[in-house]
């Protein structure tokens, strides 16, 4: 993974809440076998529209997301983050999201960085208002700043350490190879197993 | 201090517990299907690396199998590359699967349960967010991402950061022609879609304990849909007469060394929860979706909320663009919107007491003029055991169609879709824009009035098919 430790870019205010992952990606979209090509389906119900903020020239290049509350809820998809990462997102700020979103996107290296709402309206008030506005979001810090407004984010200890380092986590937990043996060897006998296969006669 | 069921649980299965750190949690049972998995087997297939346990695995393939002719070669060609990558994957890294055509195939959970896969007091995870549905065991269940899925796949354990607990007080009898599927469409129209983000519930009370396993599993099912990480109902005689000769369970004395176990799965006396909520079930009724999350409900008997029924100014916005979306104007009692489709099946209501109770509504009548009825059991299993009990006919007779197990319209991957602008009641558990097939419109209800609103042609209860 990709360390993570500084980044700038222009913004796309989603002033949309419950924005869930089948909106993020619809289902249909999901048959690929990889990680990438995904960009496409990207918001895909609302992209036809030539409305939708996403299509804006303005907004073209934008890197950081700026969702309503409860973003990322619903469906565990993984590619709702490969979709986001695909299209160019590097940071997503808001308020409240799904927790598996926010797990997948950690294990990813998209920052999600949690501001408290009135921050997120300030951010969509100043970026609505100028689309060249540079934002910079510095994961060392934990710190955002975008004109004149300057603030913290939240995003736990172990996703800033993992995300600065670039750790995959696999390699981390087969550091700890020997705990899950012996953890193994006291599993009780009698816990289920899968093979043989069995079946109702 | 004494425990809550879902600390004791956790507690048995930390292989290693650091500060600042998550939890290093081990995973009994890893369920995956074909749309989740593929770029996990990619991922440990780069790294060269192979599936620590195999027999901690069991694949199936559910998401986006045909459900009308299982038998004929798979049509769309993205959908048959994933289940060819499936069956690939499994054999190359020796893992138990059941292929479409398996009368063991099925929704992932609910053949878990089914065949005795699915115990108390394990954890569970699966790249599915509906993972919660095996927590009516009292088992630890969740949905995982894909980067996770390989994460256990390479090491059977899980990075888990502690969770907060809650419980969930349902008490009293349910009045009568109200399912399990009314009391968590309730709960979440309470509390809201994001009000058990960070948590794991627990549902307790003598409501709970009253319902079936399978009512439970309705119940854990939707936890996602409130946003907790996962659900669980303690294990009582119900849940050991559940699972006794199920093939995955254990024997002889295994049988009773495990019941000896599970028996101990329960919330102390003196134990805390950090949130906890009461809902009383005397005052329940049947309930239906009327927006697009399944926290926009009301009883079947209200009418459509206006925006300006909301006091927060983002529910207000939300209200509005879900009424655009659905098509309705504030005001309209529920029963009298019409629908295109009725869907019976998924996760959530595809288990035999759904298609039983379903099929004893439909009996002797006729799905209305101009809808179609999908009746799609969770499982080949499921669908073997209704033919045999002759629910296929009853639905079959009534002008329902009869398919094959899979998630079908639940999420429209397969060729079951609504078409723009189409309306279904459906007993899934989401009602997202276009879940259902782009444009389409989905109404969230039980089985019992899935099947009623089949036969009026606009959303009803069983017994207004009968006033
Ligand atoms: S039935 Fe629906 S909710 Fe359940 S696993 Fe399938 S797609 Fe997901």
Redesign the pocket.
């Known amino acids: 993974m990709e360390k993570f430790i500084q980044h700038t870019g222009t913004a796309l205010p989603l002033r949309r809440s419950n924005v869930d992952t089948d909106q993020i990606i619809p289902?249909v979209y999901l048959k690929r076998i990889t990680k990438t090509g995904f960009e496409d389906g990207l918001f895909a119900a609302w992209r036809q529209d030539p409305e939708f903020i996403l299509n804006k020239p303005e907004r073209q290049g934008a890197t950081i997301l700026i969702p309503g509350p409860e973003f990322g809820t619903g469906?565990s998809r993984e590619h709702a983050v490969w979709a986001l990462q695909n299209y160019g997102f590097k940071v997503i700020i808001g308020s409240r999201f799904g927790d598996i979103f926010r797990n997948n996107a950690g294990k990813s290296g998209l920052l999600v960085a949690v501001v408290p709402q009135d921050v997120v309206d300030r951010l969509w008030d100043a970026t609505e208002a100028d689309p060249t506005l540079e934002v910079t979001v510095d994961l060392e810090s934990k710190t955002i700043s975008a004109g004149d407004i300057s603030t913290g984010f939240d995003v736990d200890d172990y996703t800033q350490y993992r995300l600065l380092n670039g750790l995959d986590d696999i390699g981390v937990t087969l550091t700890h190879e020997d705990d899950i043996a012996a953890y193994e060897a006291e599993r009780p006998s009698w816990k289920v197993t899968t093979l043989p296969l069995r079946t109702q006669d | 201090m004494g425990k809550t069921l879902s600390e004791k649980v956790w507690q048995d299965h930390v292989v290693r517990s650091a500060d600042g750190e998550p939890d290093l949690l081990y995973i009994d049972l890893q369920l995956a299907?074909e749309v989740t998995s593929p770029q996990a087997f990619d991922g440990l297939r780069q790294a060269g690396r192979r599936v620590r346990r195999p027999e901690l695995t069991m694949i199936t393939e559910?998401?986006n199998t045909p459900t009308d002719d299982i038998f004929a070669p798979v049509a769309d060609p993205v959908s048959k590359l994933q289940l060819d990558t499936v069956r690939a994957n499994a054999k190359e890294f020796g893992l138990p699967i059941h292929s479409l055509g398996d009368i063991d195939q099925g929704?992932?959970?609910i053949i878990g349960p089914q065949l005795g896969l699915t115990q108390p007091g394990m954890t569970i995870v699966c790249g599915?967010?509906?993972t919660a549905t095996h927590g009516a065991f009292g088992a630890i269940a969740f949905g995982i991402g894909t980067s996770e899925v390989e994460h256990v796949f390479a090491t059977q354990t899980l990075q888990q950061a502690k969770l907060k607990t809650m419980a969930v007080n349902v008490n009293g009898e349910l009045p009568e022609g109200v399912t399990a599927k009314d009391v968590i469409l309730a709960i979440i129209a309470k509390v809201g879609t994001g009000g058990g983000q960070g948590h794991i519930v627990e549902y307790r009370g003598s409501t709970i304990e009253a319902l079936s396993m399978e009512g439970r599993m309705t119940i854990c099912?939707m936890s996602i849909e409130w946003g907790a990480k996962a659900g669980l109902v303690a294990p009582d005689e119900k849940t050991f007469a559940y699972l006794k000769d199920r093939p995955y369970a254990p024997q002889g004395a295994d049988w009773d060394a495990a019941v000896a176990y599970w028996k101990t799965l329960r919330t102390d006396d003196d134990a805390t929860f950090d949130v906890e909520i009461d809902v009383d079930a005397t005052q329940l009724a049947p309930f239906v979706t009327w927006g697009t999350n399944p926290g926009q409900g009301v009883p079947l008997s209200a009418t459509v909320p206006a925006p300006e029924d909301f006091s927060d100014p983002v529910d207000r916005v939300a209200a509005e663009k879900a009424l655009e979306y659905m098509g309705l104007t504030a005001g309209t009692p529920m029963k009298d919107i019409k629908v295109d489709t009725v869907f019976v099946?998924?996760?959530?209501n595809?288990r035999i007491e759904d298609l039983r109770l379903a099929a004893s509504i439909v009996e002797g009548r006729k799905v209305a003029d101009g809808v179609r009825m999908l009746i799609v059991p969770?499982s080949q299993r499921v669908r073997q055991q209704a033919m045999d009990e002759g629910l296929d006919k009853i639905f079959t007779e009534a002008g329902a169609d009869w398919r094959f197990a899979?998630?079908?319209m639940?999420?429209g991957?397969n060729p079951d879709q609504l078409k723009p602008g189409e309306r279904s009641a459906s007993t899934?558990?989401?009602n997202f824009e276009g879940r259902q097939g782009k444009g389409g419109r989905t109404h969230l209800v039980s089985p019992a009035v899935a099947a009623a609103t089949a036969v009026a042609g606009h959303l009803a209860s069983p017994a207004d098919l009968n006033a």
């Open positions: 289902a469906s | 299907h559910d998401h929704v992932v959970h599915d967010s509906h099912n099946g998924s996760c959530t595809g969770g899979g998630c079908s639940c999420l991957m899934s558990n989401r």
